[in-house]
């Protein structure tokens, strides 16, 4: 069998044959033009030589596929990885309660099955809560880590491919947990949010959390006027306020190491408002902040290690083990790329988060509402919304320079798909395009924003 690592975690365990049935269920819906090739059979019994061969042309073929824009999305694969999903961590479907947080630490307690995929369960949350269905999709569910101090480590928003009460369960970890929380940048969609009550009371309970847990900067005065609005329980008016304030709306990640403005800098990550923010500290001890555009960088990739020894199927994944990175590729001046890495348990977070950034960006210029991201369900089966395509990003066109290479687009939903045990390589020069997700939102750049 294969070990399928998504994310720098084991997300199932499948074989050859497995994998080929996929392969003829994705020929037959969408055509031999638009299915990568697969990994021949053959007749006699494997060389060590040829079975790592045909696991690195099976690592390339999953890659190649999700990449696809058509069936990277489609339910086909989608359902695959989460039926693996189930069978490889043996939880059989059966009704079970599930807890997710909200910002403020309360606890909804939802009645699912354990097949249930992402949306089935936001779903649930939000009914539960009552929000209103044209609300939902400004919501997401995330994964994250309850740090000893009892604030959270954003691990990754939970996806389409997977199960969150098989996620979180195989990770045989109580301090891992699901949390609602908004999932949109642009701090002008909070108008449509607090137009209703519970999205209101949403909103206000996570702007309160991200001030009291300093991810929002506040000064005395205006710590005095946001008490004085709590008192008068003025939540519109206090998220008004908020807005104002320095990195509103920003997720921050853990103090990591990046290779800018020189080798091994500690820094600590903020991701909002169209941007990574870097709060460095030099080998000086000295901090600078800086921030680095969206629409700057050309084109980002994650890459994972994974280590040669799987431990036992139900051994929890160990976080030291796997070494992620995050890697772009920025326009710091005109005509000066410079590549800035990032090394932390969180690239693939950040790339999620760079990725959706982008993705509204373009929702945006294309007239697109947000609302429309929402898939709606009919007759109790799921469906895209016809508006659903409206958002999608563009297919990248060619570039007129000739120098630069076409960038091929990685969906951020499977950043690192890994079926090896040995190390990606970590050098930004020898990668291949299709190793990059290239930014759509990088092609309208003049020089004028420079």
């Given at each position: 069998?294969?070990?399928?690592?998504?994310?720098g975690?084991?997300h199932?365990?499948?074989?050859?044959?497995q994998?080929l049935?996929?392969?003829?269920?994705l020929r037959?819906?969408y055509?031999?033009?638009v299915?990568?090739?697969?990994p021949?059979?053959?007749?006699?019994?494997?060389?060590p030589?040829?079975?790592e061969?045909?696991?690195?042309q099976?690592?390339?073929?999953?890659?190649a596929?999700?990449?696809?824009?058509?069936?990277?999305?489609?339910?086909?694969?989608?359902?695959?990885?989460?039926k693996?999903q189930?069978?490889t961590?043996?939880?059989?479907t059966?009704e079970?309660v599930?807890?997710?947080?909200?910002?403020?630490?309360q606890?909804v307690?939802?009645?699912i099955l354990?097949?249930?995929?992402?949306?089935d369960?936001?779903?649930?949350?939000?009914s539960?809560?009552d929000?209103?269905?044209?609300?939902?999709?400004?919501?997401s569910?995330?994964?994250?880590?309850?740090?000893?101090d009892g604030a959270f480590?954003?691990?990754?928003?939970?996806?389409?491919?997977?199960?969150?009460?098989?996620?979180?369960?195989?990770?045989?970890?109580?301090e891992?947990?699901?949390?609602?929380?908004?999932?949109?940048?642009?701090?002008s969609?909070?108008?449509d949010v607090?137009?209703?009550?519970?999205?209101l009371?949403?909103?206000?309970?996570?702007t309160v959390s991200?001030?009291?847990?300093?991810?929002?900067?506040?000064?005395?005065?205006?710590h005095r006027?946001?008490?004085?609005?709590?008192?008068?329980?003025s939540?519109?008016?206090f998220i008004?306020?908020?807005?104002t304030?320095?990195?509103?709306?920003?997720?921050k990640?853990?103090?990591?190491v990046t290779?800018?403005?020189?080798?091994?800098?500690?820094?600590?990550?903020?991701?909002?408002?169209?941007?990574?923010?870097?709060?460095?500290?030099?080998p000086?001890?000295?901090?600078?902040e800086?921030?680095?555009?969206?629409?700057r960088?050309?084109?980002?990739r994650?890459?994972?290690?994974v280590?040669m020894?799987?431990?036992?199927?139900?051994s929890?994944?160990g976080?030291?083990?796997?070494?992620?990175?995050?890697?772009?590729e920025?326009?710091?001046?005109?005509?000066?790329?410079?590549?800035?890495?990032i090394?932390?348990?969180?690239a693939i977070m950040?790339?999620?988060?760079?990725?959706s950034?982008v993705?509204?960006?373009?929702?945006?210029?294309?007239?697109?509402?947000?609302?429309k991201?929402?898939?709606?369900?009919?007759?109790?089966?799921?469906?895209?919304?016809?508006?659903?395509?409206a958002v999608?990003?563009?297919?990248?066109l060619?570039?007129?320079?000739?120098?630069r290479?076409?960038?091929?687009?990685?969906?951020?939903?499977?950043?690192?798909?890994?079926?090896?045990g040995?190390?990606?390589?970590?050098?930004?020069?020898d990668?291949?395009?299709?190793?990059?997700?290239?930014?759509y939102a990088?092609?309208?750049?003049?020089?004028?924003?420079?």
């Amino acid at each position: 069998a294969y070990n399928i690592h998504v994310n720098g975690v084991l997300h199932c365990r499948v074989r050859y044959s497995q994998l080929l049935g996929l392969h003829e269920q994705l020929r037959k819906e969408y055509g031999t033009n638009v299915v990568p090739a697969f990994p021949p059979k053959k007749i006699f019994t494997l060389t060590p030589a040829e079975v790592e061969q045909r696991r690195e042309q099976l690592e390339k073929y999953m890659q190649a596929v999700r990449q696809d824009p058509t069936l990277g999305v489609s339910e086909t694969f989608n359902s695959f990885l989460r039926k693996a999903q189930q069978e490889t961590q043996q939880i059989p479907t059966e009704e079970v309660v599930l807890e997710v947080l909200l910002s403020n630490g309360q606890k909804v307690k939802v009645t699912i099955l354990t097949s249930d995929q992402t949306e089935d369960v936001l779903e649930a949350v939000a009914s539960k809560l009552d929000l209103p269905d044209d609300l939902v999709g400004y919501f997401s569910l995330f994964l994250v880590r309850e740090t000893k101090d009892g604030a959270f480590s954003f691990v990754r928003k939970l996806q389409e491919f997977e199960l969150p009460y098989v996620s979180v369960t195989s990770l045989h970890n109580p301090e891992f947990r699901i949390i609602l929380r908004k999932s949109y940048w642009d701090s002008s969609y909070d108008d449509d949010v607090m137009e209703h009550r519970v999205g209101l009371n949403l909103l206000y309970a996570q702007t309160v959390s991200d001030i009291e847990r300093g991810w929002i900067l506040v000064n005395k005065e205006q710590h005095r006027q946001l008490k004085s609005l709590q008192e008068k329980v003025s939540k519109k008016e206090f998220i008004r306020l908020a807005q104002t304030l320095k990195y509103y709306g920003y997720l921050k990640f853990d103090p990591c190491v990046t290779d800018f403005p020189e080798k091994g800098c500690h820094v600590v990550v903020s991701a909002g408002n169209n941007e990574l923010n870097f709060q460095v500290r030099l080998p000086s001890e000295q901090i600078k902040e800086g921030s680095f555009k969206v629409t700057r960088m050309r084109c980002w990739r994650v890459t994972s290690s994974v280590p040669m020894s799987n431990g036992p199927s139900g051994s929890s994944p160990g976080k030291s083990e796997v070494k992620l990175e995050l890697a772009f590729e920025y326009l710091m001046s005109k005509d000066r790329l410079q590549w800035v890495t990032i090394t932390s348990p969180q690239a693939i977070m950040l790339s999620i988060c760079l990725q959706s950034m982008v993705d509204e960006l373009m929702v945006k210029k294309s007239g697109g509402s947000i609302r429309k991201m929402f898939r709606r369900r009919a007759n109790g089966a799921l469906r895209r919304s016809d508006s659903q395509q409206a958002v999608k990003s563009p297919p990248l066109l060619d570039s007129p320079d000739a120098s630069r290479e076409p960038m091929a687009k990685l969906s951020s939903k499977l950043t690192s798909v890994s079926l090896r045990g040995i190390s990606h390589s970590s050098s930004a020069n020898d990668v291949g395009a299709n190793d990059f997700h290239g930014n759509y939102a990088f092609e309208g750049i003049g020089d004028e924003d420079l």
